[in-house]
């Protein structure tokens, strides 16, 4: 560069830097408008400082400004004011005598630049921003139903976070156990979108994806939306969520429920267990404790093999075989004994004990269990306990040792593990009757069901001596009860029913005598009764009196002669 050219350079320069010094009209930078602030639904105040030391604000005109388009939408006249046509037609109104423009039911459309200008052409103007702001609603939160593979080799999605009509756009943060997540290559990406509703108000789209591992299994998610007010920053967070995580199976297991002595007839669950998420495809197998041998392999999709009511056949050596369908690896469990508590059926010798009265009888009860055992022999009638032990020894039998006794084998370690087996005793005799003779009140015409019990061995029969319609049920072997459905008529009233019991041994009898009810007298005869001898009362205390005043005025034929003939006449 030659020396000419630097020095008209360095005046253009220098040139410059005067205009600006200057301040050449018309390129001056504008100073900042004032900010104005507001929710959505609410009014917002744009108040005209421009004239606010002269107070004149007989004319006035107020601009929106939108896309560097301006746009007159209010005259101010003599203090009155008019709104032109268009979009703030119907909206906008003047307060504080002119100085301030009232715009109401403020949308997001709303935001932009206002600005007032006074009447001389060059008069100064006074800009306003106004902003607008929305909260969004509560942030729904969609976690991936799917699942997510551990063994995947790009992020994948994780949850789908929406924040509804809110304005400006809001910002979400992921959180992960309430740490939040950043971006991280290969790792973490958040993909995040906006819509724009047709209110002028945003919906926000997050998308979460992530790389997961094993121990992400039981993480929670969630979604954070921050936004602004006109009162400051605030922020919703989503509900939490968890993500199926598919991870390979490492290790299988085997549980039994309940835990503790199993006994026959409860409900028992073997569970196959594993670590792998899906589980595997399980099957079960059982050996016998004894051989080692296996007796049955059952294939369980749920992994639950259940035994109700359980027996002692389910007893054991069981073990868990787990198969991963994506590896095609089956992995064992630990064999584990189960042991099915039990008692046998319990036997009684001798089964049908039959006695003539006065002698002996001996009763032996047998049982197996996998446990110690504990006998004890109890009246079937009463539950009165009679013996303690497999033995029960019966002398001097009378008719009423006739009957029940049940023997119960059980096992007091496991409470509830008992069986029993009834017996009953017969006594040869004949009948014996519940009742020898009995009164029953009863209504003539009246249909009067009798009953009739007798007991013996062998069992009796039972007949009545009178007709109508009879019916026997058996109580026990040696027991009988016969019912009769009869007419109360005046000859059964003076015969009265008898019932016979008879067997081969003897025959019995009860009778059963039968008395009219007496009859009380009806309310209204015994109303008649009371006042009656109340009437009688009154009467004679009135003639009482009657005679006691005859009798001090002397006119009564009692004097002292007549105590004296009462008396010789006693005498004799």
Same mark, same amino acid.
């Given at each position: 560069? !030659? %020396?000419?050219? +630097? #020095? /008209?350079?360095? %005046? %253009?320069?220098?040139?410059?830097? /005067?205009?600006?010094?200057?301040?050449? $009209? !018309?390129?001056?930078?504008?100073?900042?408008?004032? +900010?104005?602030e507001v929710e959505v639904g609410s009014t917002a105040l744009l108040k005209c400082s421009l004239f606010q030391s002269q107070g004149n604000f007989s004319h006035v005109d107020w601009f929106s400004v939108h896309k560097e388009k301006r746009v007159l939408i209010f005259r101010v006249r003599q203090g009155q004011g008019q709104s032109e046509p268009g979009e703030y037609q119907h909206r906008l109104s003047l307060q504080d005598r002119g100085a301030t423009l009232a715009l109401t039911q403020v949308t997001p459309h709303d935001e932009r630049i206002f600005l007032c200008q006074g009447k001389r052409p060059r008069s100064q103007e006074h800009r306003i921003q106004l902003r607008v702001y929305k909260a969004p609603e509560e942030p729904n939160i969609q976690a991936n139903a799917l699942g997510i593979p551990v063994n995947s080799k790009e992020p994948s999605e994780?949850?789908? /976070?929406? !924040?509804?009509? !809110?304005?400006?756009? $809001?910002?979400? #943060?992921w959180y992960k156990n309430g740490r939040p997540l950043k971006e991280e290559k290969n790792r973490v990406h958040i993909q995040s979108s906006q819509t724009v509703e047709s209110s002028g108000l945003y919906t926000l789209q997050s998308i979460l994806k992530a790389q997961l591992v094993k121990e992400d299994k039981d993480a929670q998610f969630y979604c954070e939306l921050n936004y602004r007010l006109p009162s400051g920053n605030h922020m919703k967070e989503s509900r939490e969520v968890t993500v199926p995580v598919f991870y390979p199976t490492e290790k299988v297991w085997l549980e039994v429920e309940p835990v503790g002595m199993l006994k026959e007839g409860d409900r028992v669950e073997i569970r196959c267990l594993a670590d792998g998420n899906p589980p595997p495809h399980f099957s079960i197998s059982k050996q016998n404790l004894s051989t080692r041998e296996a007796e049955e392999e059952t294939t369980v999709d749920n992994g639950v093999l259940v035994l109700e009511p359980a027996r002692k056949e389910h007893s054991g050596l069981y073990e868990c075989q787990g198969l991963d369908l994506d590896t095609m690896i089956s992995l064992p469990s630990e064999a584990q004994e189960l042991l099915v508590n039990y008692v046998s059926d319990v036997q009684v010798s001798p089964a049908d004990p039959e006695r003539q009265e006065g002698s002996s009888l001996t009763l032996t009860c047998e049982a197996e269990s996998s446990q110690a055992l504990e006998f004890q022999w109890l009246r079937e009638e009463t539950g009165q306990v009679l013996e303690r032990g497999s033995v029960l020894r019966l002398h001097n039998l009378k008719r009423e040792a006739g009957g029940g006794y049940r023997c119960m084998a059980s096992v007091p370690s496991i409470p509830g593990l008992n069986r029993t087996q009834l017996v009953n005793v017969a006594i040869f005799g004949p009948p014996w009757m519940a009742f020898k003779e009995r009164k029953l009140w009863v209504k003539e015409n009246m249909v009067l069901n009798l009953s009739c019990e007798a007991s013996g061995h062998p069992r009796p029969t039972i007949s009545w001596n009178v007709n109508g319609t009879a019916s026997e049920q058996d109580q026990d072997p040696q027991r009988v009860l016969s019912t009769l459905n009869v007419l109360v008529t005046p000859e059964l009233l003076k015969t009265g029913v008898e019932c016979t019991a008879s067997n081969d041994l003897g025959k019995n009898t009860s009778v059963l005598f039968l008395e009219l009810e007496r009859k009380l007298p009806e309310p209204e005869s015994q109303g008649v009764v009371i006042v009656a001898v109340i009437v009688c009362i009154l009467v004679l205390a009135v003639l009482g009196a009657i005679l006691y005043f005859l009798y001090k005025k002397g006119k009564l034929p009692c004097g002292r002669s007549g105590k004296q003939e009462m008396e010789r006449n006693t005498s004799i």
């Open positions: 560069m !030659g %020396l000419p050219r +630097l #020095i /008209c350079a360095f %005046l %253009l320069y220098a040139c410059c830097c /005067c205009r600006r010094a200057a301040g050449v $009209p !018309g390129e001056a930078e504008q100073p900042a408008p004032e +900010l104005v994780v949850a789908t /976070c929406v !924040g509804r009509n !809110g304005y400006p756009i $809001p910002q979400v #943060i």
